[in-house]
């Protein structure tokens, strides 16, 4: 793969984010299974038992039986459902795309993430995440936490502290172009991700979500981490994103009706200030317990770059245990003076297995097109949570 995921891959943090498949295969939203109402991150009580028997094997089957037995009657929770914790660890094994760099299988730890959660009353949670692992690319953090607020049934909900904006849908696939820059002239961990994965601002967002099918935010947010995020143009020239003390707008809808067996995904975000913008649009159809097809678009603009990508992807689900996928990806960099204009396309085929009660597989062949290169290679991840 390419020297990006390479860095990404041997810099432990990474957010483990819901995917906008399971709010369409489910019918429920991200926040039924995640304590952040935007999903992703520490799971609630819901989110852990929806998955903990949910494997080809059992625990038992192998001799741990006792493991089995333990967190059935612990669960995620503590204090009467008042504390929640969790994990996420992930393994990654993989060829590089680019020619440029070895060729050769490596395998590289891609995530330890410690989650937990605190809500001593219902109008009061804390939620907070830490990351081990180096820092590589701009704008990502070693942790988040946010303080929720929710005065009652039917009002907003505030959401303070530092913690990702509400930017498009949470994916936990940190190859998606929706937050990168296209193209292999930005192959260095210095100039690969708009929005890097655990990427986090100081902030304040509204969020409200008490009709079945709608919730909505708005918020600001301190430019701080955007100003590490230095773009270049044709001309070898370089800004940051922002100033660090900027303020920053942060605006997302999401509509998801049903419709009997179906649920209906469509929605968008805004992100930006006088320096820049950064806009989302997505869609998405499901056939709960069945299948889901989605698309999201995405476009960035500053003095400094333009560009735009899309994603489509269509998932099936098996079993209850295994969920083939395919996706389509391609994004560009739309300035002109660029020669070759940088792009990247993506073909990828792969699946979710979860061969053992919180433990995933995800083997995957991904093709990839850029102005400087065109190969197709094999990566498989180990997921382990709790």
Request: charged share 15%; hydrophobic share 45%.
């Amino acid at each position: 793969m390419h020297l990006r995921w390479i860095c990404l891959t041997m810099s432990i943090p990474a957010v483990c984010g819901a995917i906008p498949q399971f709010v369409l295969l489910t019918g429920n939203r991200c926040s039924a299974c995640h304590a952040f109402p935007q999903g992703s991150g520490l799971r609630s009580e819901l989110g852990w038992y929806s998955l903990h028997d949910v494997g080809l094997l059992r625990w038992h089957q192998l001799g741990l039986g006792t493991l089995e037995r333990w967190w059935e009657r612990a669960g995620n929770s503590l204090w009467d459902g008042r504390l929640l914790f969790g994990i996420d660890a992930r393994l990654q094994g993989f060829e590089s795309h680019n020619p440029a760099y070895a060729s050769g299988w490596r395998l590289f730890p891609m995530q330890g993430a410690l989650h937990v959660g605190i809500s001593p009353i219902k109008a009061l949670s804390l939620r907070a995440t830490l990351n081990g692992g180096r820092l590589v690319f701009p704008g990502q953090q070693r942790w988040s936490a946010s303080l929720g607020i929710y005065p009652g049934h039917g009002m907003p909900e505030l959401q303070l502290g530092f913690f990702r904006p509400a930017v498009g849908l949470h994916y936990d696939d940190h190859t998606m172009l929706l937050s990168r820059i296209p193209g292999a002239q930005f192959d260095s961990p210095q100039q690969t991700y708009l929005l890097a994965p655990n990427f986090a601002q100081w902030g304040a967002l509204l969020q409200w979500a008490s009709l079945s099918w709608l919730a909505t935010s708005v918020g600001v947010f301190r430019g701080g981490a955007l100003s590490a995020v230095v773009l270049r143009n044709p001309r070898g020239e370089s800004a940051p994103v922002t100033a660090a003390t900027a303020p920053v707008g942060n605006a997302h809808l999401w509509l998801t009706p049903k419709l009997g067996s179906w649920t209906l995904s469509l929605g968008g975000s805004w992100l930006g200030n006088r320096d820049f913008w950064l806009a989302h649009g997505f869609a998405g159809i499901g056939w709960h317990d069945h299948g889901a097809l989605w698309a999201e678009y995405s476009r960035f603009r500053s003095s400094s770059l333009h560009r735009w990508a899309v994603t489509a992807e269509i998932d099936l689900w098996l079993w209850n245990v295994m969920m083939p996928y395919a996706r389509f990806e391609h994004g560009r960099v739309s300035d002109s003076g660029w020669s070759p204009a940088p792009y990247t396309t993506h073909l990828v085929l792969g699946a979710q297995l979860f061969v053992l009660p919180f433990v995933e597989l995800r083997p995957e062949y991904r093709w990839a097109d850029t102005e400087g290169y065109r190969s197709g290679r094999v990566a498989l991840q180990l997921h382990v949570f709790y």
